[in-house]
């Protein structure tokens, strides 16, 4: 594996574990304020 | 799927393939050391972002000096946080891009420096809120703060470094007035900063959410 391919591999594990970290609080906020 | 649904994941698309564009459809930069132009693409928006949520913050004190509303407050004081997040990620990756070009993460570069002193700013705004116990008084003290912050961040972002004998590279639109980067360059630079806009406008609707029901509850137990 390149250089390059393991900095893009990195970039889009840290893009899809903050989409993921975003997208569960932003759940968990809009059933609290349903409450 | 509802349309706030659906947008959240265009969202993931579309960063996934900027991330992709990014690394393997635009060729490096020439005077750059190996693929460090790249990191372009990422430090940019993260700048454009800190400057977007300080602006943000500016209007709602303003807002809330008129009109008193403690929702204003919040909102002003989420966006300021947000600002100072992206602003410590514009740092971070600033410096990982001196490292690799200039050998050193810290030059106090005329850039470097006014990055440092807008951290320093307002994270001051922080300590002045955490100081005032009265939340009245708080929300009054920050937002007359906050605007006087906003009137330094032209200054420190786009005029001091302008001024003076710079490492950093070239803006888009360079002290020329022109934009001399290659139009693939230009292009995946829109839209990362499109992405992170959005990216950061979501954040920022669900830190406001929070403070809303931190709010709400406080009200209840009085």
């Keep these: 594996m390149s250089g390059l391919t393991g900095l893009a591999l990195v970039t889009m594990i840290i893009w899809v574990a903050l989409f993921g970290y975003v997208f569960s609080v932003d759940r968990k906020t809009k059933g609290l304020d349903h409450e | ?222």
């Design chain 2, 1 to 222: 799927m509802k349309v706030g649904s659906a947008l959240k994941w265009f969202l993931f698309v579309w960063m996934l393939g900027v991330i992709w564009a990014a690394f393997y459809w635009v060729h490096p930069a020439e005077g750059f050391i190996g693929e460090s132009s790249r990191i372009v693409f990422f430090h940019v928006p993260t700048a454009w972002v800190c400057v977007l949520a300080f602006l943000v913050s500016c209007i709602y004190s303003i807002k809330y000096l008129m009109h008193r509303d403690p929702a204003d407050d919040f909102r002003a004081a989420v966006a300021s946080r947000l600002g100072l997040l992206f602003a410590v990620l514009a740092t971070v990756t600033g410096a990982i891009f001196a490292k690799i070009m200039w050998n050193a993460y810290w030059n106090w570069d005329p850039r470097q420096t006014s990055i440092t002193i807008l951290l320093l700013i307002y994270a001051a705004y922080f300590a002045l809120r955490s100081a005032v116990p009265d939340p009245e008084r708080r929300a009054a003290l920050a937002a007359v703060y906050a605007i006087l912050a906003f009137v330094t961040v032209p200054f420190l972002v786009f005029v001091v470094p302008r001024i003076y004998w710079s490492l950093h590279p070239d803006t888009i639109i360079n002290t020329r007035g022109t934009n001399e980067f290659d139009p693939r360059y230009t292009m995946v630079l829109m839209a990362s900063l499109a992405g992170f806009t959005g990216l950061s406008a979501w954040i920022y609707s669900f830190e406001c959410r929070i403070e809303r029901i931190r709010l709400r509850r406080q009200e209840e137990v009085l």
